[in-house]
């Protein structure tokens, strides 16, 4: 098991913005970009509580964790993930339908149950 600190600043900030402490999000979010900023530009990157949202922690966690497999989870965990491909993917906004929030069942792990289970709507 491998967490990096500032995934875990992100979700806490995550968790502190859905209790409406956004100062305390903030807080978090500034730790991650003081250690990423420039020398001398650490004030420059630097967030207030009051732009502080769902959104931008999302961005956040895009930028921090690229390449590192959270994003589909992060978008299907908040809900936003139909909206933010239509908004943010050409390639795949005339594509995107709601039943792609849950991933296919491989047709081995059904076959495996002798009908138990079936596959997911839209797969």
């Given amino acids: ?44 990157m630097q967030i207030t509580a009051a732009v502080l949202d769902l959104k931008m922690i999302l961005n956040e966690r895009a930028r921090e964790l690229v390449g590192e497999g959270h994003r589909w989870y992060d978008l299907t965990r908040t809900g936003t993930l139909v909206d933010r491909v239509k908004e943010y993917n050409s390639d795949a906004k005339d594509n995107i339908q709601s039943h792609h929030v849950v991933r296919p ?19």
Avoid: H, V
């Fill in 1 to 44: 098991m491998l967490i990096r600190l500032a995934d875990a600043y992100l979700i806490r900030a995550g968790a502190r913005l859905r209790q409406t402490n956004n100062s305390g999000a903030a807080d978090d979010i500034n730790l991650i970009r003081t250690r990423g900023a420039w020398d001398g530009k650490e004030a420059e």
């Fill in 105 to 123: 069942i491989p047709l081995s792990q059904i076959d495996r149950t002798q009908g138990g289970y079936t596959q997911n709507p839209g797969y």
